[in-house]
């Protein structure tokens, strides 16, 4: 039985205010996605291409913006494995819900500015699966840095990434796991890590020191890149089964 059709879009892409665009959901409907352009999340919208594969690789031409209350899921974690995805430009979130980037390229910087309220089309099509709102960068590879700041979801990790800028991760609070897994990078630059509630890497999960080339700094720099974190989030925590 053939798989679904390539789908390319030959233009940028904006999901209006609480509309979604969903593939890779579930194993035989992944599709090979190409946006040539930006890709922008309105308010309250939802993107999700969930399943890693690289014969249905997804490409977005430009930059990835993730406005309020929106939420963009791109792969699902495995570990140490080859990039499926690519994004050509950097990935910006003013107060998103979730932003979930692994085993892609990015060729620009990332930020996440506030935000970590759920998104209810996701929570609907997923009838409530708990824990949807996190933050995750898991074996990426990024021309730029990783700023997270002011960050509110019930999660956040930055696991087995090469960054070719800084690191800044500072006055992030969870809501209820009461962990954060940074571990196991390469950070070209520096990394601030500061103001954190709870404190990096206090949980359970295994994993390296991260290898930073610049200056640490803040009072959390040693809990972000200098004891083992990393390995996997809490359990639970994957893009929720859609259906």
């Not at 999340?41 to 929106?70: D, R």
Request: aromatic share 6%.
């Amino acid at each position: 039985m053939p798989g679904p059709a390539p789908v390319t879009v030959l233009s940028g892409v904006t999901l209006q205010r609480n509309s979604g665009l969903l593939t890779g959901i579930a194993k035989g409907i992944s599709a090979n996605v190409k946006i040539v352009g930006k890709l922008t999340l309105n308010p309250g919208a939802a993107f999700v291409a969930a399943l890693n594969n690289e014969k249905n690789p997804v490409n977005i031409l430009g930059q990835v913006t993730v406005q309020s209350g929106a939420l963009f899921y791109l792969g699902t974690e495995v570990p140490g494995a080859p990039p499926f995805a690519s994004i050509l430009g950097g990935v910006a979130g003013q107060d998103p819900s979730a932003i979930v980037i692994q085993n892609t390229v990015i060729g620009g910087p990332v930020s996440v500015s506030g935000g970590g309220a759920v998104n209810k089309i996701v929570e609907a099509l997923s009838h409530n699966s708990p824990d949807t709102n996190y933050t995750d960068f898991e074996d990426d590879q990024i021309k730029g840095g990783i700023t997270e700041v002011g960050y509110g979801g019930v999660w956040g990790g930055v696991i087995r990434t090469i960054m070719k800028g800084s690191l800044v991760f500072a006055f992030n609070h969870q809501t209820k796991i009461d962990e954060y897994d940074i571990g196991s990078n390469i950070i070209r630059g520096s990394a601030y890590c500061e103001g954190n509630k709870p404190a990096p890497n206090k949980g359970k999960s295994p994993g390296a020191p991260s290898i930073v080339h610049g200056p640490t700094f803040g009072n959390q720099a040693k809990t972000c890149t200098g004891v083992p974190g990393g390995g996997t989030g809490p359990p639970g925590l994957r893009p929720p089964k859609i259906g």
